[in-house]
């Protein structure tokens, strides 16, 4: 069969437009369907099409046609044409689609295409094609195939720009976390230094009571005052350095054996509550990069705290588990079977100074969680919490791996 005609040349103020639209596109799908548009304008096709690589498929995101092509299927990546032009990364012009054994015949018998062009979306590196395609066999001008392809360059800039916008938001809300966090613990050392100042008046005040020659017993009920004024400025001081050392020291981090500091952990825990039947189990070969006195430090309130929240079980059942992990990084979980907490209360956890009991139910500083979320953070990972009431705690943290 002869071709019937020769796809026109299109003036070069079409591609202006469009690489001005796209420089203003703020989603993905506003992309994809400024360039499904401008693939017809620029090649006077009858349908085209915007395909991404996606797990060895292309997937076709968009189209703009006299009729309907495969939006939103997906195909093999050796079984379409589009699937072609990215692993050969080049253009590929087909005249006639039923002369090419490239081309899946019975995926195109119930549409309208006769002919095609296919050019990649980055070349060096496809992310995804562009199809332009004809309802009669077309052959088209070598400047219109060059449009098409300068186009596809231009959408595969239009994607990566949507990309680093997208990584710069979430890096700056990331920053501004960090930075919430860090200001949450500069409040509470500044807390923490008003309520030491409070139990140093106790401890002057008795003090100078005692000195003023106060009878025996008047100076024994001081002296019991000024101890207990004396451990609360221990356990307060104790918090503020805790707080400094994850705040006001550089990182020196080194290839640390987690599973040999959490199992020394453990056995310090247990000895410490011989009456309690703990039962903790840290999986082997856990290596993280990382500092080794934080990493010790987050390994130690994590499980300090499920020690403390499975304190009402006669038999308790806590777990250092892997869990995957992203690109350079470990993924671990700390999960115990005791008392957990409402899903909504998972972010208040790492707020300093937040608790979900009263001392009398649990005891504790505050802080522990709050240290934890920032050691994480400090090391460029992540930690989240998830329970239920009654039914445990599970604390996930990813930290970096050894390189």
């Known amino acids: 069969m002869s071709l019937t005609k020769t796809a026109p040349v299109v003036g070069p103020h079409a591609l202006t437009r469009t690489v001005e639209r796209l420089a203003t596109a703020l989603r993905l799908s506003e992309i994809t369907e400024i360039v499904a548009e401008a693939v017809r304008e620029l090649t006077g096709a009858d349908g085209a099409t915007f395909v991404f690589r996606e797990d060895g498929q292309c997937f076709y995101a968009e189209e703009n046609a006299i009729g309907p092509l495969w939006k939103g299927h997906r195909f093999p990546l050796t079984s379409c044409v589009s699937g072609w032009a990215m692993l050969h990364r080049e253009t590929v012009v087909i005249p006639d689609i039923y002369a090419d054994a490239r081309v899946p015949h019975d995926a195109y018998r119930p549409t ?84 030491l100042r409070g139990s140093l008046g106790v401890v002057t005040g008795y003090a100078e009571l005692v000195s003023e020659g106060a009878d025996a017993a008047s100076a024994a009920d001081y002296a019991a005052a000024i101890l207990r004024a004396g451990d609360r400025m221990s356990a307060q001081i104790e918090r503020m350095l805790s707080i400094y050392r994850i705040t006001g020291q550089p990182l020196l981090p080194e290839r640390c054996d987690l599973t040999l500091m959490a199992r020394a952990i453990a056995d310090d825990l247990r000895r410490h509550h011989p009456d309690r039947d703990l039962v903790i189990e840290v999986a082997d070969d856990l290596t993280v990069w990382a500092d080794p006195v934080l990493l010790h430090s987050l390994l130690e309130n994590l499980l300090g705290n499920a020690v403390k929240f499975t304190a009402r079980k006669a038999a308790a059942r806590i777990t250092v588990t892997p869990v995957g992990g992203g690109e350079g990084l470990v993924t671990f979980a700390v999960s115990d079977d005791g008392d957990g907490f409402a899903p909504e209360d998972a972010e208040r956890l790492f707020r300093p100074l937040s608790r979900l009991h009263s001392q009398e139910q649990f005891s504790g500083t505050g802080l522990g969680l709050a240290s934890v979320a920032r050691i994480a953070e400090l090391h460029g990972g992540s930690v989240r919490a998830e329970g239920r009431p009654g039914s445990g705690a599970t604390f996930t943290v990813a930290l970096p791996a050894v390189a």
């Not at 990584?167 to 500069?186: C, K, P, V």
């Open 112 to 195: 309208f295409v006769a002919s095609l062009v296919m050019a990649p979306v980055r070349s060096a590196d496809p992310i995804g094609a562009l199809g332009a395609y004809w309802a009669e066999q077309t052959r088209p001008d070598p400047e219109v195939v060059r449009r098409l392809e300068v186009l596809a360059d231009t959408a595969a800039v239009a994607v990566e720009n949507l990309e680093l916008r997208g990584a710069i938001g979430r890096r700056s809300a990331e920053r501004d976390r960090f930075a919430a966090r860090a200001d949450d613990l500069d409040a509470a050392m500044h807390t923490l230094v008003h309520d």
